[in-house]
């Protein structure tokens, strides 16, 4: 279950159970039944959830203590399969011993393992880590006992109808003393955020300058040129242009043209490939090979790959020895029904393979015609220059006095760049992007509309009024209406709230953006956005609405007077603190320790293995799964967001010690997944960094609101007052940050750069300086992905893969002896390639 899934669902939960009338107390559950109000109620749901929870973890963390050794293929996956991770420390293979191995690997080993990227998101939870012990320690020694002397609070839950003094309570709450303290705490706090999150940022900063300006890669000194005029459409006239400039020399220039039949008839070739493998492997009954025992319980084969013994496009389809190999096999080979005449309604039967083969060859014949045509030029260009002080220097200049005419921007690693949205024309792509931003608008109201009615539907007075039997029987099985009130919202709105996240990724991917790179941020932002609204800031600003309609009463109210917010914010937050407190009980005890057994590559291998037919298929079964950056960063930001705003509340001790949980058990699974389990290939150079900043000074902003509108409630209106500088201030630093500690993280500094080593390149284009196989974590060579299949070769200059991609032989079932000859071969083409590099 995702973060996404478990927070809305106890959202609803929460709003069915914890539903709050004007006054800010809480509503009997049925109105004919006040008496069921247990005053250990809160507790004892803490005590459950943390049982519940802990019990979740603990078997999750044991069963992969176990399966880790067994399933090495899975859960050190990356580690077995890409040579950058080969430098990492093994793991042991006992129970507890790999843990004392994976802390003591350092953030330069990290960082030359794995990336910026992946090295950033670490940094981030150490810095959530370093401050919530901080917060944590003042909530326990100070925060707690104040509480506890005013108003008898140790910050467990209890409702409050059950607390017998609430007259005296309110009494003490408006004590000046007592209020004093939020004054002061919410200075304390906002001050150590900030500066632990600037000093968590100038290392960021250091350790970014210092590993980019020491890379000489065709990345770091290639801009992507955008807006070029009709007269400069040319290789010859943007290097002439580029060069005086004056501020240096260019290497090479690669003008984006439209590459659309060529793209067309590459993904066509994929498809034809895959359905000749296919006809060959049903012809010799290919036997996929046995387990060796450290895999998983389904069969894994090895990989068998097309021969790279050239990159001559004119090699046979199939080699001499693999006619041989199935020339005199006794099976009926293969056939495919071809419909034609009028209406299709005719048809004759051939053989598949011969068919196949001959749309492969015609096919082939179109692509070398295709690369041989000219085609015409797009507003796009990617420039590389030879030194990294003069590109640097480019995409930080103004260079046409012209709107939207020339802009200079950094390129993204050639591999990464999405090929296809290079000729799309930029009229389009606006329009594209802004079409998903309506959608987003869009779904963001309908999320809220869907959501807050159901809440209100489940809730037991409802279902009284409607069905008073149903209700009465409920009431005399609490088990019953447990399921009810928590396991049905649970039930629907994880099905809709587990789509979410995929469905902002698949719109992220139709805004036309020029690569994965920039996709995955894209994805960041709405993810989170989609977290922040409406499974916190929604359910908390409104959740004082009994129903549908009070929510819009309260949006009324809002535009009526801005004071509104503040005050419903901190009313329904002093009512969500148990559900807080329990969310992340669940999301840091219960779940964490699951991402580490990968249930999701467990669920789909079988599904995988049941639809793989060739070698192929079998192959890329092992592929290691994915690790997303915009699927587990915004989860991050809104627990750390909840842990700050609850900074201060009776609960903030409860709150900050499991949220601290929360993020070293983070931190630990992450670093294993980056490091040893799964792939990350979009590497934007920890881009992320000041959106993660950003969005945390968002949060800063709501949490001194949530304390003006605190001491607003409790007629503390000079209290209220004092901490309207510090929001103003927060505002001023949030600007002042991204103007001075942003472009630090987007750009090489030239006094960083290191002038001392060389920056030049082979700058040819033929297949073998181009193209290679994995090697080591490289900037310039990211997988090639075309047609939505991940190649094995990797793209080292800015070239459109479509141009040169050598057309492969097919990958057909081979003796053992043949396979491993071939396995050999393609190590030896890896070795050479690596020199090349």
């Known amino acids: 279950m995702s973060f ?57 963390f044991l069963s992969f203590c176990v399966l880790r050794p067994k399933w090495a293929e899975l859960y050190a996956a990356r580690r077995h399969q890409r040579r950058v991770a080969k430098q990492l420390p093994e793991l042991p293979d006992s129970f507890f011993g790999w843990m004392p191995v994976l802390y003591r690997i350092t953030d330069e080993e990290v960082l030359e393992s794995a990336g910026l990227d992946a090295y950033f998101l670490l940094s981030f939870l150490q810095f959530a880590i370093r401050f919530l012990s901080a917060v944590f320690v003042f909530a326990a020694v100070i925060i707690l006992p104040v509480h506890y002397a005013y108003i008898r609070d ?94 240096g020399k260019v290497e090479s220039v690669t003008l984006c043209r439209v590459w659309q039949e060529l793209d067309i008839l590459i993904d066509e070739r994929l498809k034809v490939l895959r359905n000749l493998e296919w006809a060959w492997t049903r012809h010799v009954e290919y036997k996929r090979s046995k387990g060796d025992g450290n895999n998983l319980p389904m069969t894994r084969p090895q990989p068998c790959g097309a021969s790279l013994r050239s990159y001559d496009e004119q090699s046979q389809l199939l080699s001499e020895s693999d006619r041989d190999h199935v020339a005199d096999y006794a099976r009926r080979r293969p056939t495919i029904r071809l419909w034609y005449g009028p209406l299709r309604l005719r048809y004759k039967t051939v053989d598949m393979i011969d068919y196949y083969e001959e749309k492969l060859r015609r096919i082939d014949e179109k692509i070398e015609n295709a690369r041989q045509k000219e085609y015409p030029p797009t507003n796009l260009a990617f420039v590389t220059m030879e030194s990294l002080a003069a590109a640097q220097m480019v995409v930080q200049a103004v260079l046409d006095p012209h709107p ?81 009130q928590t396991g049905l919202p649970t039930l629907v709105i994880s099905l809709l709230t587990v789509v979410v996240p995929h469905l902002y990724t698949w719109l992220s991917n139709l805004q036309g953006m020029m690569s994965r790179g920039d996709v995955e941020l894209s994805v960041i932002s709405k993810n989170f956005f989609f977290s922040f609204f409406n499974l916190f ?115 903030s001790w409860l709150i900050c010690f499991f949220g601290l949980v929360y993020f070293i058990v983070a931190k630990f699974v992450y670093k294993y997944q980056l490091l040893y389990a799964m792939d990350h290939q979009q590497h934007s150079t920890g881009r992320a960094w000041p959106m993660i900043c950003n969005r945390f000074f968002v949060g800063l902003m709501l949490f001194q609101l949530a304390m003006i509108g605190v001491l607003a409630l409790r007629k503390a209106i000079l209290f209220s007052l004092l901490l309207v500088p510090l929001l103003a201030a927060t505002v001023w630093f ?8 942003e472009p630090l993280t987007k750009f090489i500094a030239l006094k960083s750069i290191d002038r001392s080593r060389s920056g030049g390149a082979d700058v040819s284009t033929s297949p073998s300086s181009v193209l290679s196989p994995p090697s080591a974590l490289h900037r310039d060579a990211f997988p090639i992905l075309i047609g939505g299949q991940e190649l094995q070769l990797r793209l080292k200059k800015y070239v459109n893969p479509s141009l040169i991609l050598p057309l492969d032989d097919a990958w057909l079932p081979r003796h053992p002896a043949s396979h491993e000859h071939l396995q050999n071969e393609f190590e030896t083409h890896h070795e050479s390639n690596d020199l090349s590099v």
């Open 4 to 60: 996404t899934e478990s927070a809305a669902a106890a959202m609803l939960t929460v709003a069915t159970a914890v539903m709050v009338d004007e006054t800010g107390k809480p509503t009997p559950t049925h109105p004919h039944r006040p008496d069921l109000v247990d005053p250990r109620k809160g507790q004892r749901d803490l005590y459950t959830q943390f049982v519940i929870s802990f019990a979740l973890g603990l078997g999750a």
């Open 154 to 247: 140790l910050g467990i839950p209890v409702p409050k109808s059950s607390t017998g003094n609430e007259d005296q309570n309110k009494d003490l709450m408006s004590d000046p003393n007592y209020l004093s303290m939020y004054v002061i705490f919410t200075y304390i706090f906002s001050g150590l955020a900030i500066y632990l999150l600037l000093q968590e940022t100038t290392v960021v900063i250091r350790t970014r300058q210092r590993y980019l300006g020491s890379q000489t890669s065709t990345t770091d000194r290639t801009i992507r040129l955008s807006g070029i005029p009709d007269d400069l459409k040319s290789e010859e006239k943007i290097k002439e242009f580029m060069e005086g400039l004056q501020v």
């Open 404 to 484: 939207m005419q020339l802009l200079a921007r950094l390129a993204p690693a050639p591999a990464d760049i999405i090929w296809k949205n290079t000729y799309v024309p930029r009229s389009r792509r606006m329009m594209q992007s802004w079409l998903i931003t309506g959608a987003i608008a869009f779904l963001t109201i309908f999320w809220s509309v869907l959501l807050i009615p159901f809440a209100s539907l489940l809730e037991l007075e409802t279902i009284h009024k409607a069905f008073p039997a149903l209700a009465d029987a409920l009431y005399r099985n609490p088990i019953a209406k447990s399921l009810v």
């Open 537 to 651: 800031l929604l359910f908390t600003v409104f959740g004082t609405a009994t129903n549908f309609y009070g929510l819009w009463q309260n949006l009324q109210d809002a535009f009526k007077d801005t004071t509104t917010i503040a005050r419903a914010l901190a009313q329904s937050l002093e009512g969500l603190s148990p559900f807080y407190i329990n969310l992340i009980v669940l999301q840091g005890v219960g779940l964490f320790p699951f991402r580490l057994l990968e249930f999701g590559s467990v669920a789909m291998y079988p599904i995988n293995y049941l639809w793989a037919r060739t070698p192929r298929d079998y192959s890329e079964l092992s592929n290691p799964p994915t690790f997303s950056y915009g699927h587990s960063i915004p989860q991050t930001i809104l627990v750390l967001i909840i842990c700050v705003v609850y900074s201060i509340f009776p609960s």
């Open 734 to 741: 949030t600007y002042f940050f991204s103007q001075t500690y």
